[in-house]
T-cell receptor, first 115, second 109 residues
């Protein structure tokens, strides 16, 4: 089956530094990938839609200059949290679909802790 | 606006049956998904309904009524490992997934 791999699984960083999270589709090409954030005991919140070869589409309230998304190839999207602050600490998850009417496959998620 | 409603929390007994309901109001419909999410992990796919009726997959079944904007996930022969959050999600007319807040299912011995 389709597999989406996300790296790293967890990261601790200092306030003010930047963190890059990678999302790879391992056995299919994904022109579109999705980045979510999930706070404890809350549901998934879509942050942005990553489009291969073009700019990402951000949801309302998500700062595009803070959460940089790059989708340089059909199998890789990256999310960079710039100048991280403790309030950015969260569970970040990426997903991709093999086709429009298929289920979303999720990466393992990245637990970010900013200290 | 778009909205998906499901109960916040449910409790059931090991070996029993539980039904988790989901109602939705979305701009268009291109399928309904159920996912399971254990604490601290990413969601995993359980089922997909696009036509009315019941889809059965082992101990799990999912039902859809498009005219009522309603779905349920039925879990039979509950096991302790079924303790998790169950997320209902609908693809709207733009094929964007709209997520419910999830139902936390607690299984007691």
């Amino acid at each position: 089956g389709a597999v989406v791999s996300q790296h790293p699984s967890w990261v601790i960083c200092k306030s003010g530094t930047s963190v890059k999270i990678e999302c790879r589709s391992l056995d299919f090409q994904a022109t579109t990938m999705f980045w979510y954030r999930q706070f404890p005991k809350q549901s998934l919140m879509l942050m942005a839609t990553s489009n291969e070869g073009s700019k990402a589409t951000y949801e309302q309230g998500v700062e595009k200059d803070k959460f940089l998304i790059n989708h340089a190839s059909l199998t890789l999207s990256t999310l960079t949290v710039t100048s991280a602050h403790p309030e950015d600490s969260s569970f970040y998850i990426c997903s991709a679909n093999r086709g429009m009417n298929t289920e979303a496959f999720f990466g393992q998620g990245t637990r970010l802790t900013v200290v | 606006g778009q909205n998906i409603d499901q109960p916040t929390e449910m409790t059931a007994t090991e070996g029993a049956i539980v039904q988790i309901n989901c109602t939705y109001q979305t701009s268009g419909f291109n399928g309904l998904f159920w996912y399971q999410q254990h604490a601290g992990e990413a969601p995993t796919f359980l089922s997909y309904n696009v036509l009315d009726g019941l889809e059965e997959k082992g101990r799990f079944s999912s039902f859809l009524s498009r005219s009522k904007g309603y779905s349920y996930l039925l879990l039979k022969e509950l096991q302790m490992k079924d303790s998790a959050s169950y997320l209902c999600a609908v693809k709207d007319s733009n094929y964007q997934l709209i997520w419910g807040a999830g139902t936390k299912l607690i299984i007691k011995p």
